[in-house]
């Protein structure tokens, strides 16, 4: 029996300890909020099962016992592995990503922790600890969050995020969701008997502090989740207390709240409102706004998923390819714009249309049996009323929120943790404390020492192969993107290594970090007239081919192949026709993206094919009238066409439209210099050729063509002006200025 309770403190400490991922940052790595917390969340759990299945299976009082919350998890998680494998990627399914570190390898340490949990967290000392711990790493979150805020520094990380704070979760959305759980753990211990007065001061203090800090994280669908929920939770109160005292002032809080919020709704056009930035975003939530558009196509993306695989989904992990198959053209805003969405941002359409109706059944159904396990809680006097409506507005609150957002690795934590705590106020005894007591008389077997070992093995590999290795991978990847800036060889013998650690968490990343790196640096090459390392570039295309091999339906390595083969058109007599092959193949997966179209139009303007490459242009504006970017390359390649006058109509369509990249590029000036001078547009002409001269100050022949321009139309003082700035910049010029002077009329 000693060796029992060995094991089943290792278990409660190895609990306790998890309770405190949510603060772990990995700064130095890709992914710096979420890859940390997953690997050593991972790590956590499987050395805890190593100890568990031993003393679950000597000694039945550990074993889980199956209530219909335990059984409506686990049914999520087998529907979770089982639309995985017959998804549309099951490789994709199983790993995720390592931004988001999901997929099936990651969940099923979410199932076993939380059957360890329910299994070895049986009393309420234990789970007040565990609820108090919980608050107290969310309360250290909400400090790190102030830090975010006004301290700053390298210690915050995050901090450049601006006003809106991310804490320790890494995303405004997602550390709000997080708050959530925090304020409301905090308000249930707050008005539990058995805190102390000095805990009852600080979850007072965690909720005063934690309050504001959601609220500036101006996240709207948790805001309004969080204060409307609030707000029922006061008229719940309101209605059930029987002191007259605390319903008169719960009363004039009501009123207070009313009034605020009726006040700040009818003010959000004014100054005070709009010049606040947490105030005007949470405000404005017009369906015009940019968010809340983004999700609505995202959510239409969905549906038209749904409807092609409404039984099993796509498969979880896998909604980046049905949202390239119905992707709205109006994602598309220009270069940088966020085109590619892995998560629905709606909790309930990503689970139907990755799971299918069977899982989106079985993941309603969890909530179904935490709410029907409260009200029975509150019934049987398990817990007062007060504690009842605390839960009961935490889900509520959080099952709102997740109708714009999705979940991660801190916020399923402490998602799990509570639906543990729901489990354990619906377990079979009604003292469990006494039950573990008269279980104790019966004799047990000590746990399998031999077990134990094999276990620990099998762990010991899972941890060095997958979650050290790719701990190494993705440190290695950071050290190559921080060493591109002073040596390319350095930054490439990091990518190298990171590659050659062949991790299935990150290579996909890993991978195009490499291939953002080859460009660039080719690029470089090519500015400087240097000869561009071919070899370079087939290294790099061999390994974003690994990443076609496995994510097939993904457009992001077919165009990835095609840049790289583009920069090798002067070199290679097949690389055009290569490009061209890879970048059409994204178009096949995705043809309503405005910018697959413009790297076929690149492709084709470097092999010189002007008239396809404009009819590629074309069809990028007509997905979107409304890209400016997309009128200019539709111009510039009607200029190669040598269509003059069709080509200054896009220009001018572009700059009206917002278009100014260009004043940056003396390359762009002078083509359009060239356009506009063929069309006699010479205003147009002498605005470009100042725009020259900003760029290149010391260049004597753009001053000589600005005073031409000038001359021209009709500006003489500045035309003299210009001239003579050419001759004092270079004196070969003299006498031609002086001669231009001189033509000037008087």
Request: hydrophobic residues 45%.
């Amino acid at each position: 029996m000693e060796t029992s309770n060995f094991y089943l403190k290792i278990l409660k400490w190895g609990i306790y300890l998890s309770l405190f991922i949510p603060l772990i940052i990995f700064s130095q790595y890709l992914s710096p909020f979420h890859f940390g917390k997953m690997i050593i969340f991972r790590i956590l759990v499987e050395l805890m099962t190593v100890f568990y299945i031993p003393l679950m299976i000597a000694d039945k009082r550990y074993r889980p016992k199956w209530n219909w919350i335990l059984i409506s998890i686990s049914v999520f998680a087998g529907l979770y592995v089982f639309t995985g494998i017959i998804g549309v990627n099951p490789f994709n399914s199983f790993w995720g990503s390592l931004e988001r570190m999901g997929g099936m390898f990651s969940f099923m340490h979410f199932w076993v922790y939380f059957i360890i949990l329910v299994s070895i967290i049986k009393t309420e000392i234990d789970w007040s600890k565990v609820l108090k711990i919980s608050t107290f790493v969310g309360f250290l979150s909400i400090l790190f969050a102030y830090g975010q805020l006004w301290i700053k520094g390298s210690f915050f990380v995050g901090w450049q995020h601006g006003e809106r704070v991310i804490g320790t979760i890494g995303n405004p959305a997602l550390f709000a969701g997080y708050l959530i759980f925090v304020i409301y753990l905090a308000l249930f211990l707050l008005f539990k008997n058995q805190s102390s007065k000095w805990q009852k001061w600080f979850f007072a203090f965690v909720i005063v502090a934690g309050a504001p800090i959601l609220t500036i994280t101006a996240v709207r669908g948790a805001v309004v989740a969080f204060w409307g929920s609030l707000f029922l939770l006061g008229l719940f109160i309101l209605f059930k207390s029987d002191n007259k005292k605390i319903k008169k002032y719960l009363l004039i809080a009501l009123m207070i709240f009313v009034a605020l919020i009726a006040i700040i709704g009818f003010s959000k056009n004014q100054n005070w409102v709009k010049n606040n930035s947490v105030l005007n975003r949470i405000t404005d939530i017009s369906f015009a706004t940019d968010t809340i558009q983004t999700r609505l196509w995202s959510w239409e993306s969905a549906w038209q998923g749904i409807k092609e695989k409404p039984i099993f989904g796509w498969g979880p992990e896998n909604f980046m390819y049905l949202h390239m198959k119905y992707f709205n053209p109006k994602h598309f805003t220009g270069l940088g714009s966020e085109t590619i969405w892995d998560r629905a941002h709606n909790m309930p359409l990503e689970i139907f249309s990755t799971m299918g109706i069977f899982g989106l059944v079985s993941y309603l159904a969890i909530f179904f049996f935490v709410f029907k396990f409260l009200y029975k809680s509150y019934k049987n006097n398990r817990i007062n009323k007060i504690s009842f409506g605390v839960f009961t507005a935490m889900i509520i609150a959080y099952l709102v929120q997740d109708l714009f957002i999705f979940d991660t690795a801190a916020n399923y934590l402490i998602f799990f943790i509570v639906l543990g705590y729901v489990n354990y106020l619906n377990s079979q005894s009604v003292n469990p404390e006494s039950e573990i007591k008269n279980e104790q008389k019966t004799i047990r077997k000590s746990p399998s020492i031999v077990l134990t070992a094999f276990l620990l093995f099998l762990s010991l590999f899972l941890i060095f192969s997958i979650n050290i290795r790719a701990a190494k991978a993705n440190y290695a990847c950071t050290r190559g993107i921080l060493a591109g800036s002073k040596s390319a060889q350095q930054a490439y013998n990091y990518y190298k290594k990171a590659l050659d650690y062949n991790s299935a968490i990150g290579a996909y990343e890993i991978r195009h970090k490499f291939a953002t790196f080859a460009i660039q640096l080719i690029n470089a090459q090519r500015t400087n007239d240097k000869g561009i390392d071919v070899n370079l570039l087939h290294y790099a295309i061999n390994e974003i081919e690994k990443n076609i091999e496995k994510y097939s339906m993904d457009t992001t390595p077919y165009l990835y192949v095609g840049r790289m083969y583009i920069l090798l058109i002067n070199k290679e007599e097949t690389a055009g026709e290569l490009a061209e092959k890879f970048i059409q193949k994204a178009i096949d997966i995705n043809s309503k993206n405005p910018r697959n179209w413009y790297e076929l139009g690149q492709a084709q303007v470097s092999q010189q094919k002007y008239q396809e490459s404009f009819e590629s242009f074309k069809k990028a504006l007509d997905l979107n009238s409304d890209v400016p970017l997309s009128y200019w390359f539709v111009g510039i390649s009607a200029y190669y066409l040598q269509n003059y006058t069709e080509a200054a109509d896009y220009l001018n369509q572009a700059i009206s439209k917002g278009y100014s990249e260009y004043k940056n590029s003396l390359t762009d000036i002078m083509r359009m210099v060239s356009i506009y001078e063929k069309v006699k547009n010479y205003q147009k002409v002498k605005e470009l050729y100042e725009l020259a001269v900003l760029e290149k100050p010391d260049n004597a022949q753009l001053y000589a063509s600005l005073a031409a321009a000038y001359a021209i139309t009709g500006d003489y003082a500045r035309a003299k002006q210009a001239a003579l700035k050419s001759a004092e910049i270079d004196p070969n010029f003299e006498a031609d200025a002086q001669k231009f002077i001189n033509s000037l009329p008087k």
